[in-house]
């Protein structure tokens, strides 16, 4: 498989990027979900752009620090088949500990210098804020993200978790061309208002845990999250209790419909993301091969519109118990 049969998708219209149709969120490999294992990030990244995944979606506070640079290592000698994405904005110490929500314009500039050293690039193809620092006027970020644009060092800007109206004032600043927020058949709350401001401004959407943080893929289950995941560390109240029973009830339903589609229900669940608009480029993310191709096979999975009824009374948007997050603070609304 490759990039023509994956395909293409063309995110922004003002300022336009082409990325493959899917790409590859690579978090996981460094942080948060279970053991880190470089090694097979790596392999798990040149088999991507082997299958025509070049969209790559990493952060500096991922590692923190070390999964850029994991992703550097990973793209040296094929970074002019890449589109590159990094974000700044969740400010962290090198031992891990929070510091804050930044998004003033010195730390924006600095923030882009080093993501620059450490991914070993002379530019970032889309440069995301990765949550909205209320303390500092968007119009001031934004600003200071568009000087790294006519300094080259940036092409193309995006934001993470941006409401509605922040995204407006922001696209008046400069074109946004994508909001990465997590969406998925567990996450629609940005149909409401986020989704028609984006079409309106013609903005794509890069939907994060589309995937609903590996639940949906029906591998999940108390037993298999491991120590040093952070699902079962309290932070996702979906994991918790009497929550995850209800959420897993919900996911035998998609295991059904998978089952009469003949794929895998990680397949169904991105398929169902990745039909709700050619705007929309989903980053699964994983950290082994053998799941990466699972993902990619959603690609070649068609679905009628009986089929997406089928998912969505299968899964109705208000069925899903508990919050995405157990601190839902950072989320601008």
């Not at 949550?131 to 001031?140: C, G, L, Q």
Request: glycine residues 10%.
């Amino acid at each position: 498989m490759t990039t023509a049969d994956i395909g293409q998708r063309t995110l922004g219209t003002t300022s336009s990027l082409t990325v493959s149709t899917l790409g590859l969120g690579c978090m996981g490999m460094s942080e948060f979900y279970g053991t880190p294992d470089e090694q097979s990030g790596i392999d798990t990244i040149h088999r991507a752009l082997d299958l025509g995944v070049t969209f790559l979606d990493t952060a500096d506070m991922y590692g923190p620090f070390t999964n850029e640079q994991l992703v550097g290592r990973a793209i040296a000698g094929r970074r002019d088949e890449v589109q590159l994405a990094t974000k700044f904005g969740n400010e962290r110490n090198p031992d891990g500990s929070w510091v804050g929500i930044n998004g003033s314009p010195d730390y924006v500039r600095a923030a882009c210098d080093a993501s620059l050293q450490r991914l070993g690039v002379d530019h970032i193809d889309l440069y995301y804020q990765h949550r909205v620092d209320r303390s500092v006027p968007i119009e001031e970020t934004v600003g200071a993200m568009k000087e790294l644009v006519e300094a080259g060092k940036v092409r193309h800007l995006g934001l993470s978790e941006a409401g509605a109206e922040t995204i407006r004032r922001a696209h008046e600043v400069h074109p946004i061309t994508a909001l990465q927020s997590e969406y998925s058949l567990f996450t629609r709350d940005l149909e409401d208002q986020v989704l028609p401001v984006l079409r309106e401004l013609g903005i794509g959407l890069v939907p994060y845990s589309p995937l609903g943080r590996g639940i949906l893929t029906g591998a999940v289950s108390r037993e298999t999250l491991e120590a040093g995941d952070s699902r079962a560390a309290g932070r996702f109240p979906r994991f918790e209790g009497e929550a995850l029973d209800a959420n897993l009830s919900l996911v035998e339903k998609v295991k059904e419909l998978a089952a009469q589609k003949d794929c895998t229900p990680g397949q169904l669940a991105l398929a169902w993301v990745l039909a709700q608009g050619q705007d929309v480029a989903p980053i699964p993310g994983t950290k082994r091969v053998k799941y990466l191709e699972e993902n990619v096979g959603a690609v070649g999975v068609e679905l009628t519109e009986d089929d997406l009824a089928a998912l969505e009374q299968a899964v109705p948007r208000d069925a899903v118990v508990g919050e995405r997050y157990g601190d839902m603070s950072t989320i601008d609304a």
